[in-house]
């Protein structure tokens, strides 16, 4: 199978009532237009959401407007011109079928098969325990048999839903599971749609692409064949995709950034992002060492929009000079954040990867399967729990010299009851009562966290320092919560003494935080717990593999590696909140940056790309000091 690049992916979603559909369309132009953007792969529409197929069916509903096999001719015109196609099919959502076969659709637990806004996409879902089941399997087999040119199948919106149907209930009881357990009854719709997942890589087989878009990676390990991360940051948040690709790259699949060209999210015909947005979601890809998948929504009458891949053309220009150094290159990283429990991500990972981009440090996510080794400190974010697995690992990392940040209810055995390594030498004192607690720092941080009491926001755990431990930063509690007392709001709630136990406490190369210090910055971004945790990784990391001058938060430093070439990536471009979106609208320049690149071995030579520019170099104290040109949106300086 290829590597995927310069892929798009294209939604077609069309409603029956469109006389003109197709009218316009040309595959023929379908393909140029692709192969002059210099589009490698396309995911292309086989089924859209409403339910329709865009070729002949034997099995399923042809769009009734189309007269013609749409998706067999993209595909013969897309094979001439060396362009890939992945055959698209909408299974979580039919509206078809739903509104034909109200028995295949999942019933909410108050009994409706119709809720929500009626006017989006998911306000009626799709159940695998039905006959819609066999219906979709019977499609996908269809495709894969009809078209065996195609190099793949992208099955979309996946989503575990519950479903109080009285199939599925029966189902369940069958089982010995109970339907009036809610857990009971997620369990058993995720394992319906799981074991419907793996029919379809049964036909699919081994030599094609399969992706399984809105289950998580560690249930589709054995199906899915690579990564895809769907995020249209404009509205979903910048704060996306990097922690997701912290971790998807680690999985040992080829990985790429599904962006879109909308302004505001899927099915935004008349919108088009500003080319310095989409460059910035290609350079973000970039820095993350994989590369990216633009999203487009065709149109049903005139097929592709030439301003739009006129737009793909010059980005694909822009980035297709790096790919020397950008194609299968690997990011490299001093810091190894753990997931929470089964490889989940949640805000806490968000936090600590913007915590750690806006400190240029470099840092992967990882899971307890993971080798820990590589890094030279690990972050256990807020509720990383050390369970039989994780300990001895822990254990070995701690052995070796290894740091670790854990915060929360990190460090803690499965059941939360204490810490669960003697390592830590301190105690679990329970709970946190207090909803508004404060911390003073103990240590020097030249300035960074001022010295007054500064503010808890996500509490957590009673934390107390045993024999071997010491406070880095003292506890100290209200004269009461933030509550309704009977009479008064207690909105104010000033600190009123030290509460004999530490906030934060150190036991070797262990730091301990009793709050959730990760989960905190993405709700309040409160400058001093970010520089809380660049005091202790200073401690723990005084040789970082980059370091930084003159170069601001809201720019992002990167390395990645090939071959005997390390390569730092610099980006600068960075949102702006304007109303209810985020935009990208300017290309940022910097003229004074300077980065010092740690010198693992000996350097011939320091050049930017994709120019070969000689840059010139100091080397001082085990690093080489080079002072950047002037950067316009993005740099990439090699070294060799």
Not at 173 to 191: I, R, T
Not at 289 to 305: E, F, K, N, W
């Amino acid at each position: 199978m290829r590597t995927i690049k310069r892929a798009v992916h294209i939604d077609f979603h069309t409603l029956p009532d469109i006389p003109d559909f197709g009218a316009h369309f040309d595959a023929k132009a379908f393909a140029r237009t692709l192969k002059e953007a210099h589009v490698e792969y396309i995911n292309a529409f086989a089924k859209c959401n409403i339910g329709f197929a865009y070729y002949p069916t034997e099995v399923g509903v042809m769009h009734p407007q189309l007269k013609f096999d749409m998706f067999g001719q993209i595909l013969e015109e897309c094979n001439k011109e060396g362009i890939g196609v992945t055959a698209y099919f909408n299974v979580g959502l039919d509206h078809e079928m739903a509104r034909k076969h109200r028995d295949w659709t999942v019933v909410n637990k108050e009994g409706q098969v119709i809720y929500g806004d009626r006017t989006e996409n998911f306000f009626r879902n799709m159940c695998f325990h039905s006959e819609y089941r066999d219906y979709m399997l019977a499609m996908i087999r269809e495709v894969v048999d009809k078209y065996p040119a195609i190099e793949g199948v992208f099955l979309d919106c996946i989503v575990v839903r519950p479903c109080y149907g009285n199939e599925c209930c029966e189902g369940m009881q069958e089982l010995g599971m109970n339907p009036l357990d809610d857990g009971d009854v997620l369990a058993f719709a995720k394992e319906r749609i799981l074991d419907f997942c793996r029919e379809v890589k049964a036909i699919v087989g081994p030599d094609r692409f399969l992706y399984l878009n809105g289950l998580a990676p560690a249930d589709t390990e054995g199906m899915r064949t690579h990564n895809e991360i769907e995020c249209l940051p404009s509205g979903w948040s910048y704060d996306f995709f990097p922690a997701q690709v912290a971790y998807a790259r680690n999985l040992g699949q080829q990985t790429f950034y599904m962006t879109g060209r909308f302004n505001v999210n899927w099915g935004d015909f008349g919108g088009l992002k500003s080319k310095a947005s989409l460059l910035n979601d290609c350079w973000d890809a970039l820095c993350n060492a994989v590369p990216t998948s633009i999203g487009d929504h065709m149109h049903p009458r005139d097929g592709l929009d030439p301003a739009v891949y006129q737009v793909i053309k010059e980005i694909h220009e822009e980035i297709m000079p790096y790919e020397p150094w950008t194609d299968h290159a690997v990011a490299v990283a001093d810091i190894g954040i753990l997931t929470l429990a089964g490889g989940e991500l949640a805000a806490c990972h968000n936090g600590a990867v913007r915590m750690l981009g806006e400190l240029n440090y470099t840092y992967d996510i990882i899971n307890e399967q993971h080798e820990l080794s590589k890094y030279k400190v690990l972050i256990l974010p807020d509720d990383v729990r050390v369970t039989a697995m994780l300990e001895p690992k822990l254990r070995a990392f701690i052995e070796a010299g290894g740091g670790i940040i854990s915060s929360g209810h990190s460090g803690l055995n499965p059941e939360g009851t204490a810490f669960a390594m003697p390592e830590w030498k301190m105690r679990y004192d329970g709970e946190d009562p207090w909803n508004s607690s404060y911390f003073r720092m103990l240590e020097p941080t030249e300035g960074a966290v001022p010295e007054m009491l500064c503010g808890i926001y996500n509490q957590a755990i009673l934390l107390q320092a045993e024999e071997g431990a010491e406070a880095i930063a003292d506890y100290y509690q209200p004269y009461f919560n933030r509550q309704w007392d009977g009479f008064h709001g207690r909105f104010y709630t000033p600190p009123d003494r030290y509460a004999g136990r530490p906030a934060v406490a150190r036991s070797g190369n262990i730091f301990q935080f009793c709050f959730a210090i990760f989960t905190s910055y993405m709700d309040f971004a409160v400058p001093v717990h970010k520089y809380m945790i660049d005091y202790c990784l200073k401690q723990l990391l005084p040789a970082p593999v980059l370091r930084c001058e003159g170069i601001p938060t809201t720019a992002r430093v990167t390395m990645t590696a090939k071959e005997n070439m390390r390569m730092v990536h610099i980006k600068l471009t960075h949102p702006e909140p304007r109303g209810a979106y985020n935009v990208i609208e300017d290309r940022q320049m910097l003229s004074d940056g300077v980065i010092y690149i740690r010198e693992d071995k000996p350097i011939q030579e320091v050049y930017l790309a994709p120019s070969r520019e000689p840059l010139a170099y100091e080397q001082e104290n085990g690093y080489l000091r080079v002072a950047l040109p002037t950067v316009d949106g993005y740099a990439m300086i090699v070294c060799v």
